[in-house]
């Protein structure tokens, strides 16, 4: 079929606003990769945007002469993959509690969870508690206290209240257990909001960093972003 020329003009400009995008968005990666393929000394005069002004790999040879950085790196893949099945799973069997109105106590439950986004009870008592609790300089203070999110529990509760209570109804007429219901049918029908999680978490895990600094002292379980910290913090000390 033929376009008029409305939607001719729009495909043109939709078209440059698309490349005008994904120039933007490529941009700071080309960037940061022309600086790292530059010589250090040449990249601290500036200047450096498409490709490097002086091409060296002295950078990638001092960073991977460093095996604490590949051991970081592995640390941060585990603790991002553990933690984004472990909060999904926790956060998403609590969200369907709550999400169902004939719990009782279902409105304390939710005050009670909203207090804690609001209120902090500082750095101090946390550490304490952690340390009771035996999660200094353990690898499970990465994913123990991020199995219950709050604010994605609020998130995945407002979605499963839309799906229609009619399949959990006929679902539980042929026999299934609420278990059965959430893993075989809910989750399934949820992909959407669990995939906006999935990308949250792994983000934020990811790019966590001060957990590390405040409970491990020990190097050999540092994540990538804390190791990589420390290393910006120590040259700018010298």
């Not at 790196?73 to 969200?95: E, H, P, Q």
């Amino acid at each position: 079929m033929k376009k008029s020329l409305g939607g001719k003009l729009f495909d043109f400009f939709n078209t440059i606003l698309m490349v005008f995008v994904c120039i933007t968005t490529l941009y700071p990666f080309l960037n940061t990769a022309a600086i790292s393929l530059n010589s250090g000394i040449d990249a601290a005069r500036g200047g450096i945007y498409l490709w490097p002004r002086v091409f060296s790999l002295k950078s990638y040879k001092v960073v991977f002469s460093d095996s604490n950085i590949l051991n970081a790196a592995i640390i941060s893949i585990i603790k991002t993959i553990l933690g984004i099945i472990g909060t999904v799973l926790c956060t998403g069997i609590f969200a369907f509690g709550l999400s169902k109105k004939y719990l009782i106590g279902r409105k304390i439950y939710l005050i009670i969870c909203v207090f804690t986004m609001f209120f902090y009870g500082g750095i101090i008592p946390h550490y304490l508690v952690y340390r009771d609790l035996h999660l200094t300089n353990n690898f499970l203070v990465y994913i123990l206290p991020n199995l219950i999110n709050v604010w994605y529990m609020v998130l995945m509760k407002t979605y499963f209240q839309q799906l229609p209570t009619e399949i959990e109804e006929s679902a539980k007429i042929d026999g299934c257990s609420l278990f059965t219901i959430f893993f075989r049918i809910i989750i399934p029908i949820s992909m959407p909001i669990i995939a906006t999680i999935c990308i949250f978490v792994g983000v934020d895990q990811w790019n966590a960093w001060f957990d590390a600094y405040l409970f491990i002292s020990n190097e050999k379980l540092y994540p990538l972003q804390t190791y990589l910290y420390r290393i910006l913090a120590f040259a700018q000390v010298r």
